[in-house]
Nanobody
């Protein structure tokens, strides 16, 4: 049974930093894509970042240069380092994993498994 557990969210002032973690269990995910999405109140789930099994990483334009995704395959864990936080980054952040993904990786409907989410709130 696949399980994803996020941690690391919280309340932070604008300009601050957070590191989110997502521990995956139930199988080996080294060949899986692992990613982060976020959902602000009243909005749809939005792609943030992806770490492909081969090591390539992609980011949403809105977070490039501020967010870094990285993974530790030995721990089946993916991280999201968030710097220079802005109030508009306030959202519930979800991690997800997927065995097979293509060019439509930003579509949340294509991902296989999801965590329960962790709240990030940025005060101005």
């Amino acid at each position: 049974q696949v399980q994803l557990v996020e941690s690391g969210g919280g309340l932070v002032q604008a300009g601050g930093s957070l590191r989110l973690s997502c521990a995956a269990s139930g199988r080996t995910f080294s060949s899986y894509a692992m990613g982060w999405f976020r959902q602000a109140p009243g909005k749809g789930r939005e792609f943030v970042a992806i770490s492909w099994g081969g090591g390539t990483r992609n980011y949403a334009d809105s977070v490039k240069g501020r967010f870094t995704i990285f993974r530790d395959n030995a721990k089946n864990t993916v991280y999201l380092q968030i710097n220079s936080l802005k109030p508009e980054d306030t959202a519930v952040y979800y991690c997800a994993v997927c065995r097979f993904l293509g060019a439509q990786f930003m579509d949340p409907g294509l991902w296989d498994y999801w965590g329960q989410g962790t709240q990030v709130t940025v005060s101005s």
